[in-house]
């Protein structure tokens, strides 16, 4: 499997642009996270799915944030109208599904893209 | 809610010495796991190790072994003879039942030869 997949690898825009950015999960993982990395604040979840449903967004800054997932190989995430204090890096990840906590032997890391370095000008 | 807390922004180790970066988080749950996660320049996210908290045997990974203290909220990464590739960013995570991931702002270490 080639891991996961985002696209495009560096984003660079003006401000009030719309920016759209893609994941590929791998394949068979029920689970994708979007992530936002920033000096000031680290890592820091946005979003999650299971099986294509979002099931928390409570990260997601703004109004001007969104994001899909439209079927099991594929997600965006949107910002639309995009401002400077977006620049960041966005990484996408993906996971099996959950644990079962009392098995010894299984666990569901999380398999980080590469990332997608946004600039907002 | 969980926070995790890596209160060392950056760390600094003479290569082949040993290392230790801190991290503390804060949680009501019982049932969770624990990673160590390496980011190097290339910007790639890579697990280091991870840590159950049903186990009390501190996990270890070749040279990285974790001090995991359950009651203080405690789970330090220890790295043994450093090498220059162990240069990265290093990120503790809290997982709670339901798959969610919590981060610390990060560890930047340097390994000087």
């Known amino acids: 499997d080639a891991g996961v997949i985002q696209s495009p690898r560096h984003e660079v825009t003006e401000m009030g642009q719309e920016v759209t950015l893609r994941c590929k999960p791998i394949s068979g993982h029920d689970y994708l996270f979007w992530y936002r990395q920033t000096m000031m604040r680290g890592l820091e979840l946005l979003i999650y799915?299971?099986?294509?449903?979002?099931?928390?967004d409570s990260g997601m800054p703004e109004d001007r944030f969104s994001a899909k997932m439209p079927n099991a190989s594929f997600s965006t995430l949107k910002i639309q109208p995009s401002e400077p204090r977006d620049s960041a890096v966005y990484f996408c990840a993906s996971s099996l599904p959950r644990v079962a906590f009392l098995s010894a032997t299984s666990y569901n890391e999380q398999f980080f893209g590469p990332g997608t370095r946004l600039t907002v000008l | 809610a969980q926070t995790v807390t890596q209160s060392q922004p950056e760390m600094s180790v003479q290569e082949a010495e040993t290392v230790t970066l801190s991290c503390t988080y804060d949680?009501?749950?019982?049932?969770?796991?624990l990673f160590w996660y390496k980011q190097p320049p290339s910007r790639q996210m890579i697990l280091v190790i991870r840590?159950?908290?049903?186990?009390?045997q501190n996990a270890t990974e070749n040279r990285f072994s974790v001090n995991f203290q359950k009651a203080a909220k405690s789970f330090s990464l220890k790295i043994s003879d450093s090498q220059l590739g162990d240069t990265a960013m290093y990120f503790c995570a809290f997982m709670k039942p339901g798959n969610q991931f919590y981060f610390g702002t990060g560890t930047s270490l340097t390994v000087i030869p």
């Open positions: 840590q159950e908290a049903y186990k009390q």
């Open positions: 799915f299971n099986n294509n449903v979002p099931i928390d």
């Open positions: 949680t009501s749950e019982n049932n969770y796991y």
